[in-house]
């Protein structure tokens, strides 16, 4: 069990090493990125509406629930908030318009970690899902590794334009990608823990991933993809109801 937390884990994550990668030696349009953020946003909404909170009502109480939830939400929102001062808060742009960031040292490195922070709370949902008694979910795994592609591409931009080499950028995406296996193996701690525990966990991360969407993920789809986002967000959605009930 452990085993395989650490393999979903690592396999969601690798998605912003893949974005790296991409970002590094390809060109990709703005616009498609938008849309593959766009794409990501939908299946994480998708996700955790009927995977985190759907199980967490079912295992427990709505007080539970929303104790959980919205202290996720808060969390994540004080968090970004810390990380934007440094930089981080332009960690899913794309553009090269903001020539102030570009020259600041620490800006790079600020985005990187506000990726970090997006990353690590969406990994432990795997092995929340394998403590909660379900095999690992895969609408959670593909909802995630869509999401983290976009991250990979335009954090690594901001990297670039920071003066970090190539080869330190792969080298701190290769730990963003052993972080998150282990913080999906850290979610099975939970498999000891009360049905409440269990709920409150669960619906704190999610809490946490929708406060992300709606901070970073979905303004940005929008000004890279237009009002098609819209479309695309939903197609997102769709796929991870798909998954949800024919997998």
């Given at each position: 069990m452990?085993?395989t937390?650490?393999?979903?884990g690592t396999?969601?994550?690798?998605a912003?090493?893949?974005?790296?990668?991409?970002?590094?030696?390809?060109?990709?349009?703005k616009?498609?990125?938008g849309?593959i953020?766009a794409?990501?946003?939908g299946?994480?909404?998708?996700a955790?509406?009927?995977?985190?909170l759907?199980?967490?009502?079912?295992?427990?109480?709505?007080?539970?629930?929303?104790i959980?939830?919205?202290?996720?939400a808060?969390v994540?929102?004080?968090?970004d908030s810390i990380?934007?001062h440094?930089?981080g808060?332009?960690?899913?742009?794309?553009t090269?318009?903001h020539?102030?960031?570009?020259?600041?040292?620490?800006?790079g490195l600020?985005?990187?970690?506000g990726t970090i922070?997006?990353?690590?709370p969406?990994s432990?949902?795997?092995g929340m899902s394998?403590?909660?008694?379900?095999?690992?979910s895969?609408a959670?795994v593909?909802?995630?590794?869509?999401?983290?592609?976009p991250e990979?591409?335009?954090s690594?931009?901001?990297?670039k334009?920071?003066?970090?080499?190539?080869?330190?950028?792969?080298l701190l995406?290769?730990a963003?990608?052993?972080?998150?296996a282990i913080?999906?193996?850290g979610?099975?701690?939970?498999?000891?823990?009360?049905?409440?525990?269990?709920?409150?966990?669960s619906?704190f991360?999610?809490g946490a991933?929708?406060a992300?969407?709606a901070?970073?993920?979905?303004?940005?789809?929008y000004?890279?993809?237009?009002?098609t986002?819209?479309i695309?967000?939903?197609?997102?959605?769709?796929?991870?109801?798909f998954l949800?009930h024919?997998?």
């Amino acid at each position: 069990m452990w085993w395989t937390a650490l393999l979903w884990g690592t396999i969601a994550a690798s998605a912003t090493l893949l974005g790296a990668l991409l970002s590094l030696y390809v060109a990709i349009s703005k616009r498609l990125i938008g849309f593959i953020m766009a794409l990501g946003t939908g299946a994480l909404i998708g996700a955790t509406s009927y995977e985190l909170l759907e199980d967490a009502l079912e295992i427990s109480g709505f007080t539970q629930v929303a104790i959980g939830f919205l202290g996720g939400a808060i969390v994540f929102t004080l968090l970004d908030s810390i990380v934007s001062h440094s930089g981080g808060k332009r960690r899913k742009e794309t553009t090269a318009n903001h020539q102030k960031v570009a020259h600041q040292g620490n800006s790079g490195l600020g985005m990187f970690i506000g990726t970090i922070m997006d990353t690590l709370p969406e990994s432990a949902m795997i092995g929340m899902s394998i403590a909660n008694g379900d095999n690992v979910s895969a609408a959670l795994v593909v909802s995630i590794f869509i999401s983290n592609l976009p991250e990979g591409l335009s954090s690594t931009v901001s990297l670039k334009r920071g003066g970090y080499e190539n080869r330190t950028i792969l080298l701190l995406w290769l730990a963003v990608v052993l972080f998150s296996a282990i913080s999906s193996g850290g979610g099975l701690l939970l498999i000891a823990a009360s049905d409440s525990m269990k709920a409150i966990t669960s619906a704190f991360a999610g809490g946490a991933i929708i406060a992300m969407i709606a901070s970073t993920m979905m303004p940005e789809a929008y000004k890279e993809g237009g009002p098609t986002v819209g479309i695309v967000t939903a197609v997102g959605m769709f796929i991870s109801l798909f998954l949800h009930h024919a997998i």
